[in-house]
């Protein structure tokens, strides 16, 4: 069974920083691109970013760019987003999300919190 569990929301002041991680487990994880997808109180879906199986290719949406920071650890099924710089609009519900070639964002976590707010 695919598994996704995100964790290291929290309230964070403005200007502050956070890492999320997501663990996976139920698939072989350097096979797919991960992505980042957040959601706002009342928003809809917006993607953050995304990298390749092997790390080498990363792309942002244009509002986090040199503010947000993807990674992955293949030996230890991880995803991380380094987050910098936070502004009260990066308030959301942030998702982990498994990319299949063919299937496009064929799996989600449940979400971790962030809070940007003094």
């Known amino acids: 069974e695919v598994q996704l569990v995100e964790s290291g929301g929290g309230l964070v002041q403005p200007g502050g920083s956070l890492r999320l991680s997501c663990a996976a487990s139920g698939f072989t994880f350097d096979d797919y691109s991960m992505s980042w997808v957040r959601q706002a109180p009342g928003k809809g879906l917006e993607w953050v970013s995304v990298?390749?199986?092997?790390?080498?290719?990363?792309h942002y949406a244009e509002s986090m760019k040199g503010r947000f920071t993807i990674s992955r650890d293949n030996a230890k099924n991880t995803l991380h987003l380094q987050m910098n710089s936070l502004k009260s609009e990066d308030t959301a519900l942030y998702y982990c999300?498994?990319?299949?070639?063919?299937?496009?964002?064929?799996?989600w976590g449940k979400g971790t919190l962030v809070t940007v707010s003094s």
């Open positions: 990298i390749t199986w092997n790390g080498e290719s990363r």
């Open positions: 999300v498994r990319e299949d070639q063919y299937y496009g964002m064929d799996y």
